[in-house]
């Protein structure tokens, strides 16, 4: 039996080798060039139209944390992308199944959805990466013990209570679904906040009495506890003043009720 020349050896390894390392720097290159916040809006669009979006979600499965870390360098690009990947999975997920609804507690603990190769739930969203480890059950005043790897490495700095008039989790009273650009971020954010509080606030001047969303109540750490969401009210114009008005929270309507889009 014939036994091959060792330089004929030693050229196969370094053929191989160097093949292996243009396969390897090639995604690596690919993967370093995806604008995750374009990718994001581009999710939303293509949900909003009704087309495929299998080829975005398969992207975002295979990526790395190290890349969705260097494209999410602020703040602004953590919320406008996490809070566009959530409103666009909600969409996609209970269009193909809206039976999950039935059962709000699980489908929001579920983890479903595939972020750089790890399974996570629309709540590590929510709560994990958007309001930087809340427990959610905490109404805002109390932080997750040991949090994993990629809810510490892509959460945010600060919690900006104006997320909770962004996130659409597919009920009737949800703030609309927007597509939200990281560049203009505040200037949706301050919109959004004003438009979904002006249509569900209800001030009784006789009463000193102001009736608003459930979302303060469930969240009021978040908003500064009840002396923060008079302050906010009053900076949009819904209560004349923060003095002696007592906060009455309505009932949630959590009809299913998708496709509620907005431009801001």
Known sequence: ??????????????????????????????????????????????TKLNESTENIEATLAKASLESLERSLSSDAKKLAFWTNIYNAYIQVILKKNPDLYKDRGSFFKKKQIIIA?????????????????????????????????????????????????????????CPPVAIYEWDRL???????????????????ELKKEVSVTSLFNWFRGDFGGKSGIRKILKQNSLIPTTKDIDLVY???DWTLDLDNFVDL
């Open 250 to 252: 309505k009932n949630y």
């Open 186 to 204: 505040n200037e949706q954010f301050d919109k959004g906040t004003k438009a979904y509080l002006s249509s569900t606030t209800d001030y009784n």
């Open 117 to 173: 190769g790890e399974k996570i739930s629309f709540a590590k969203i929510e709560h994990g990466i958007l309001r930087k480890s809340q427990w959610e059950y905490g109404l805002g005043y109390i932080r997750k013990w040991f949090p994993g790897k990629l809810e510490r490495r892509l959460r945010v700095k600060k919690r900006d209570y104006r997320i909770h008039f962004a996130l659409n989790c597919g009920a009737k009273d």
């Open 1 to 46: 039996m014939n036994t091959p020349p060792v330089r004929l050896l030693i050229y196969i390894l370094l053929i191989t080798m160097t093949s292996c390392k243009s396969v390897q720097d090639s995604d690596e290159v690919t993967t370093k060039d995806i604008d995750y916040n374009e990718l994001s809006e581009d999710f939303l669009k293509k």
